[in-house]
């Protein structure tokens, strides 16, 4: 079983990294960032592997972060790392192919923290390229509710609808507090949506009718991590599901059929995920 929303950081800026996350959502990390404390926390949870990623904020941060991603998919076997892309550098299609040639099939998008709006023109030479190449992990939604966002859901019903064959993760199932805009104009498409940061702030109801409308089979598990432990977030959200009579059993196997696609030759160490 996979943990699909996870972050791991060179170990020179780990803890402040983690520090700061920290600081920003107001409650200490339960994590310090490094592979070895992520594989700590997954074995507490029972899962096996978990993708992980990064974001160019910038656009001298792009070849940076896409190197310490490929140094851990070479050192660790239990993380599937997702590269990034920054639409002003100006080798960014250079880079994609750097990522392809060395197995990275995935990317991470974060408007918000870039500074540019996820429907924005700069973004669409990106997802021209992306189609039926990468998964994309798109952050959605404000930090806070009722605060600001360059990722909102309707944003991404316009990429969708304007770049068909784009595969999508929509994080913190489709957009944090600005799930009935979730409902609107997200449910329902051929997307996968992840639970992080949902356990604890999501009202039951309101996950209740994301999941009669979305495909449970494109619902993923992730917690967030290092801002959030994987093992309080299973616990968390099984809790969640059992309120509203529904198991967390096959929302936490999603993951593992899609990192066998993420993965060139699979994964020796990971079951066959079961047939649903």
């Known amino acids: ?37 992520l594989f700590a926390h997954l074995d507490r949870a029972g899962l096996t592997h978990a993708l992980c990623f990064t974001a160019a904020l910038r656009p001298d941060q792009m070849i940076p972060a896409n190197s310490w991603m490929l140094a851990l998919r070479r050192a660790h076997s239990r993380l599937i790392p997702l590269g990034t892309v920054h639409p002003d550098h100006p080798a960014w299609e250079d880079e994609l192919a750097r990522l392809e040639r060395n197995g990275i099939r ?23 390229a992306a189609q039926s190449r990468f998964l994309i992990m798109v952050h959605m939604g404000p930090t806070r509710a009722a605060g600001p966002t360059m990722s909102r859901p309707s944003a991404l019903a316009m990429v969708l609808e304007r770049f068909p064959g784009l595969q999508v993760i929509a994080a913190h199932l489709g957009g944090l507090h600005l799930w009935e805009e979730t409902l609107t104009h997200l449910a329902g498409r051929d997307m996968y949506m992840d639970t992080s940061c ?4 999501i009202p039951a109801q309101t996950l209740g009718a994301i999941l009669k409308r979305h495909d449970p089979e494109r619902i993923l598990f992730g917690s967030d991590y290092p801002l959030f432990a994987p093992e309080s977030e299973r616990a968390a959200l099984t809790k969640l599901l059992a309120h509203l009579g529904a198991s967390s059993e096959r929302i936490l196997k999603n993951g593992a059929r899609l990192a066998m696609s993420l993965q060139n030759g699979g994964f020796p160490d990971l079951p066959p995920s079961p047939e649903h």
């Not at 995935?106 to 021209?128: M, Q, T, Y």
Request: net charge negative.
């Open 1 to 37: 079983m996979i943990d699909c929303h996870t972050h791991v950081f060179p170990p020179r800026i780990g803890p402040k990294l983690a520090a700061a996350i920290g600081r920003e959502f107001g409650r200490d990390p339960a994590g310090d960032g490094s592979p070895e404390d």
């Open 106 to 128: 995935g990317l991470k998008i974060h408007a918000d923290l870039s500074g540019i709006a996820l429907d924005s023109p700069r973004w669409e030479p990106i997802w021209e």
């Open 198 to 201: 949902c356990h604890d702030v």
